[in-house]
């Protein structure tokens, strides 16, 4: 069974500031992919990023961009320029091929004036 | 842009009665989803659906739950018997294998509230 750990219950960062956010997954497959989902207050869940694991370059989307290591079995997302509009909760979660996406519990990431 | 749809946004009932709780997925995917999200908690999986049946369920998809594709477009969960417990925000998603494969996306949650 796969298992998605991120570590920071909360964050705060400054506008316009970069921030790091953390996850960590346990796994026994070899292909799979990960991913990044926002969810702000109304709840949405807003897909940010997503990572394929055969794939050794880091994903990158606009001022979103991901630090992936393979044999670290770590994942994780950096923000830079942040916006007010980032404050949200931010979900890593993990996926096999055609499979449900196993969720790690959410960091939630306030962005400060 | 393409997008799936819930209804309805916001659903209060009864405990023991029946709930139905509508999705419209993404009109070329092929892949459907079921997750739920008990306030402050992490989203968690229930049921996936591929070629008109169930792919993949959670232990918490029990007899109470069932899923239908009654036509070309919906996607429906039913809770038989509400329970206080099932009271969450439910999200349907939707996936392709052919654009950016298992990509889900997911739509903007029904609120379920059971007195």
């Known amino acids: 069974a796969q298992t998605v750990t991120q570590s920071q219950p909360e964050m705060s960062v400054q506008e316009a500031e970069t921030v790091t956010l953390s996850c960590t997954y346990d796994t026994s497959e070899n292909n799979y992919y990960l991913f990044w989902y926002k969810q702000p207050p109304s709840r949405q869940m807003i897909l940010v990023i997503r990572?394929?694991?055969?794939?050794?370059q880091n994903a990158t989307e606009n001022r979103f961009s991901v630090n992936f290591q393979k044999a670290a079995k770590s994942f994780s997302l950096k923000i830079s320029d942040s916006q007010l509009g980032d404050t949200a909760m931010y979900f890593c979660?993990?996926?096999?091929?055609?499979?449900?996406?196993?969720f790690g519990t959410g960091t939630r990431l306030q962005v400060t004036l | 842009e393409p997008e799936v749809t819930q209804t309805p946004s916001h659903q209060v009932t009864q405990m023991g009665q029946e709930v139905i709780l509508r999705c419209v997925p993404i009109?070329?995917?092929?892949?459907f989803y079921w997750y739920r999200q008990i306030l402050g908690q992490k989203v968690e999986f229930l049921v996936s659906?591929?070629?008109?049946?169930?792919?993949?369920k959670s232990e918490i998809f029990d007899d109470q739950f069932s899923v239908e594709r009654p036509d070309g477009s919906n996607f429906t969960l039913k809770i038989r018997s509400t329970k206080l417990e099932d009271s969450a925000m439910y999200f349907c998603a939707s996936s392709s294998d052919l654009v950016i494969p298992d990509t889900q996306y997911f739509g903007p949650g029904t609120r379920l509230t059971v007195l």
């Open positions: 979660a993990f996926q096999v091929t055609a499979s449900k996406l196993t």
């Open positions: 990572q394929e694991a055969y794939k050794q």
């Open positions: 659906f591929y070629n008109n049946e169930i792919s993949e």
């Open positions: 009109s070329n995917h092929l892949y």
